[in-house]
């Protein structure tokens, strides 16, 4: 829930008020009791981080990351073996042509 903050037109009290966004908006001062509160436009809120770790939470584990090298190198060595075996069956361009003249 946001924290709101308000002025009297009438008395200039200045206050915040924490409440609900669906609430209504305060109209009536609590001090001087006139109708003349109007809300006004606040600076936004920041991101706050609390608490100890955080970030921990936020990372791969090593064991994932442990994996995902795994997964990674047997699919290298994949690819090494299928592309060695269409290279041994390719022509070079120069030993086919020894004919002399």
């Known amino acids: ?5 308000y002025e009297c037109d009438a008395c ?3 206050f915040e008020l924490f ?10 001062c609590p001090e001087c009791k006139k109708l003349k509160l109007r809300r006004l436009f606040g600076t936004g809120a ?3 981080f609390k608490g100890s770790g955080f970030y ?9 990351k442990k994996g995902a090298q795994d997964a990674k190198k047997s ?4 690819k090494e073996k299928s592309s060695g075996s269409s290279s041994k069956s390719e022509k070079k361009p120069g030993s086919s042509k020894s004919k002399d003249k």
């Open 1 to 5: 829930m946001p924290t709101y903050d």
């Open 12 to 14: 200039g009290h200045e």
């Open 19 to 28: 409440q609900s966004i669906s609430a209504p908006i305060k109209r009536k």
């Open 46 to 48: 920041a991101v706050v």
């Open 56 to 64: 921990e939470t936020d990372y791969r584990s090593e064991s994932y």
């Open 75 to 78: 699919k290298d060595k994949a």
